[in-house]
């Protein structure tokens, strides 16, 4: 196995908290030949042997992606009994943070860059797990970054997680209807979750809020399991409206794939519109 530690005289972590979410603290940090890194430590694993290899082994994955919209991996840092997974700090923050910032940006191109960097992990059998606007950051030059990869797996690892622990950590609202049944095998991470996730990223990007922003959680677990999906944002053009609406089936075999959405997205406008109102007509 390829080590990803860090050198732990090669970084300094600065005083003070920056983010406190449902599993992890974030800290800033400085890293020799690097600048300023991104410090995340996880609170849920609470039996270090196991568990530990399980985050280096998935991480390890992280470390060998190189797609311009996947966040650079630096590895892991330990110190004081802690494991910190170590990334470039990046002061755009995520996804509707830069939205609310950026409101002219063209919506679409940031759809079809997140769709690439979802159809390169499911090439090299990489599934996401946890796809949603948090876990993409925005680059200075306002390329989105998918992060957090396998941290979803290794939660689900430390401890099987129900629907209500899956809303505690606040990924309820882009859970496909099978990760939110109590049972088994609906814990297990695929592709075609992460394509249903993306339906619900596109409509982040085009409505720069969370899905179903006006509902708390249990309702909008009700319309999970019962087939209700988001109304179609305003400015989102019809063509793309059907392809999001394509990621959304409660069968999972129904969904298109990654490679088949990026596609869609990249065809000439007439083109795309022909093959789209095709393809949703012939699942009617």
């Known amino acids: 196995m390829i080590d990803c530690t860090c050198d732990s005289n090669a970084i300094r972590i600065l005083p003070g908290l920056v983010a406190h979410g449902g599993y992890c603290d974030l800290y800033r940090g400085e890293m020799e030949g690097k600048g300023p890194v991104a410090l995340k430590s996880l609170r849920t694993l609470d039996t270090p042997e196991k568990l530990n290899r399980l985050l280096r082994r998935e991480t390890e994955v992280w470390h060998h992606l190189e797609h311009p919209n996947i966040l650079e991996f630096y590895g892991v840092y330990h110190h004081e009994s802690l494991d910190y997974l170590v990334s470039p700090w990046i002061p755009n923050g995520d996804l509707l943070t830069y939205l609310k910032s950026h409101p002219q940006i063209d919506r679409k191109a940031m759809v079809l860059e997140i769709a690439g960097a979802l159809e390169y992990l499911h090439k090299k059998e990489v599934v996401h797990g946890d796809v949603k606007s948090k876990n993409i950051l925005v680059s200075s030059s306002g390329r989105p970054l998918l992060c957090d990869f396998g941290l979803s797996k290794i939660l689900d690892r430390a401890r099987s997680r129900t629907p209500t622990e899956i809303q505690g950590a606040g990924s309820l609202r882009w859970s496909a209807p099978e990760f939110l049944i109590d049972q088994p095998d609906g814990r297990s991470k695929t592709k075609a979750g992460d394509v249903f996730a993306f339906g619900f990223v596109t409509i982040e990007v085009y409505t720069g809020r969370i899905p179903f ?22 400015d989102m053009d019809g063509v793309v409206w059907k392809l999001t609406r394509k990621c959304w089936p409660t069968n999972p075999s129904s969904r298109p794939t990654m490679r088949t959405i990026c596609q869609m997205l990249r065809l000439p406008f007439e083109i795309f519109q022909r093959r789209v109102t095709r393809s949703v007509a012939h699942t009617l």
């Open 213 to 234: 922003y006006e509902y708390n959680d249990s309702s909008v677990l009700a319309f999970l399991l019962c087939g209700k999906r988001p109304e179609r944002p305003l």
